[in-house]
């Protein structure tokens, strides 16, 4: 069971649903971020005040997966998310000791694994 | 001739009416930036700022355009396809009062303006969040001479359709029908969005384009109500009708949004404003009260109609241009041909007061205006197109035509953001705090 972290472009989220979606991944959260990353800093001017943007808009989702899914789940984020350019974002896949889904109670791969599979 | 005779002959400028025309004139000029605030609304956030700079846009480039040529060559002489240019530069357009009206002529000419201004605005509705806006300036600039002054001299200045007998109130052929199928032409010409089609592109803050709408509306009583360049009974049944029609076309939005989808919508009661403006737009003057009604419930049909094909075709005219304005002109105009009476304009009657030549001169305007507009836009855009990229690159495209075009975010929050051009003497770039 993991916890796999995606960070991509906010443009990109609506294909990356697309990608998990085709993975058969159903549970999925998703917020707004900013980070940064390496890609380079934009400038904007409002008047006289001149400014690099050092932070980016991204998307992060987070997607809690049994073993066999793991895989599939990364293929979906990279497919979805990529653009070949800096800035496309990263990946994190971390252990998860233990999950339960809120409303039976049933824990860990019965918690992440979408009712009726 | 000497001077005191020309004194005694010239026409004699009236206050009241040049007082109204100076209003009226700032009126048209507000709905530029409420059409920008209206097709902000509707794009996504991070190509908003950019929707609105190409209304602001049109502002500086067809005000300075209508200056130098464009209001001579709409409104310089009696040509049958364009004016003259004694007018260029403004040569020759003074205090004294434009021919045919009771107000000065450099009023005159600034109120047209205006219209010269709001129409090259509106065909940006067809092309936002991809193209690019070196390339919509241009456009701009050359569209507001090539088109609209040649369709403006054929409705109002003295041209084929105004001598032929067409009655076009406020702009029904030049503003309504020039925008929309100009928009059509432009959005086939430019492409659509990467992503029209793919993904759901919603409007961004619905409350901008209810707000836009609302004063768009207060604007077009300047528009309308100004169109007789007077305080004359046609300015004020226009001013009206400006009233009545856009009320009854709401109605019917709410109806049909019931129908459809059993809720009203706030975006379609916008666009329901919208599209009751331009119906009565080239009537305004021409029809009685009640017929403007009888115009806004059943006007409304058509544009609601194509607003809900257009979405299901390859077409990005994004922001319906075409249903708003092309075929609510053309709508408008033929109604003038049935409906028309002359115990309230003094000018005509329509077919159904028993002149049909009337709707004839009305379905003349209603065909050649469409082709022109449509014709010379795609025409012009391709020449455009081939000096340099009308659209942006797929990869701006996606980070938003904000701080691609523009370098500006509409809401930026001053996170991450580092002061590059800080007080003298600091050299070293220090954290910006928030904005405000």
Redesign the interface.
């Known amino acids: 069971m993991k916890l796999v972290i995606g960070i991509v472009?906010p443009?990109?989220a609506?294909d990356v649903l697309e990608a998990l979606y085709r993975a058969e991944v159903r549970g999925v959260t998703l917020s707004r971020v900013?980070g940064?990353g390496g890609e380079l800093?934009?400038?904007?001017?409002?008047r006289?005040?001149?400014?690099?943007?050092?932070?980016a808009d991204k998307v992060r989702f987070e997607i809690a997966v049994s073993d066999p899914f793991v895989d599939p789940t990364i293929a979906a984020l990279c497919e979805g998310a990529r653009?070949g350019?800096v800035g496309d974002g990263k990946i994190f896949v971390l252990p998860l000791e233990r999950a339960v889904r809120i409303r039976t109670g049933e824990t860990d791969h019965g918690a992440v694994t979408p009712v009726g599979v | 001739m000497d001077v005191l005779t020309i004194a005694q002959s010239a026409p004699k400028v009236d206050t009241g009416d040049t007082a109204w025309m100076l209003a009226a004139t700032a009126f048209v000029l507000l709905m530029t930036p409420a059409l920008g605030l209206f097709y902000a609304g509707l794009v996504r956030a991070k190509n908003s700022l950019n929707t609105f700079m190409m209304c602001v846009s049109a502002i500086a480039i067809a005000g300075v355009t209508w200056a130098l040529v464009g209001y001579s060559l709409a409104f310089d002489g009696t040509g049958d396809l364009i004016g003259g240019l004694n007018y260029a530069g403004l040569h020759d357009v003074t205090f004294v009062p434009r021919d045919g009206t009771t107000i000065p002529h450099l009023v005159f000419m600034a109120f047209q303006a205006t219209f010269c201004i709001i129409t090259v605005a509106l065909i940006s509705g067809a092309v936002v969040e991809r193209m690019r806006f070196g390339a919509w300036m241009i456009f701009a600039a050359v569209w507001s001479v090539v088109v609209y002054a040649v369709m403006a001299h054929w409705a109002f200045g003295g041209g084929w359709l105004i001598e032929g007998g067409t009655l076009d109130f406020a702009g029904g052929v030049p503003v309504e029908m020039g925008s929309g199928f100009s928009a059509l032409a432009a959005a086939l010409v430019v492409g659509a969005r990467k992503d029209y089609g793919r993904?759901a592109l919603l409007p961004h803050n619905a409350i901008y384009v209810v707000i836009g709408a609302g004063l768009l509306w207060f604007g077009w009583f300047g528009f309308n109500g100004g169109s007789g360049f007077s305080t004359g009974n046609g300015s004020v049944l226009a001013f009206t009708n400006t009233l009545l029609t856009p009320a009854c076309s709401l109605l019917t939005w709410f109806a049909l949004d019931l129908l459809r989808g059993r809720q009203v919508t706030a975006v379609g009661a916008a666009t329901a404003i919208i599209v009751g403006c331009v119906l009565i737009t080239p009537a305004g003057g021409f029809v009685s009260p009640g017929w403007a009604m009888a115009l806004g419930f059943a006007g409304a049909l058509p544009c609601y109609a194509v607003i809900m094909l257009r979405p299901r075709t390859r077409v990005d005219e994004t922001l319906d241009v075409l249903a708003a304005h092309g075929i609510a002109g053309f709508t408008g105009i033929l109604f003038i041909g049935f409906f028309a009476q002359e115990n309230w304009n003094a000018v005509s009657d329509g077919l159904l007061y028993g002149n049909a030549a009337q709707l004839g001169d009305q379905a003349l305007a209603a065909l050649a205006a469409p082709v022109y507009a449509f014709v010379m836009t795609f025409v012009l855009l391709k020449l455009i197109g081939l000096l340099i990229p009308l659209r942006a690159t797929e990869?701006e495209e996606?980070?938003?035509m904000d701080?691609v075009q523009h370098?500006?975010?509409a809401y930026?929050?001053g996170?991450?953001?580092?002061?590059?051009?800080p007080e003298a003497g600091i050299e070293e770039?220090v954290p910006?705090a928030q904005?405000n």
């Open positions: 472009r443009e990109k609506n900013q940064h800093d934009r400038v904007e001017t409002y006289g005040t001149t400014v690099k943007i050092g932070l653009t350019q | 993904q990869y996606a980070l938003g701080t370098g500006e975010e930026p929050t996170e991450g953001a580092i002061l590059v051009s770039a910006l904005p």
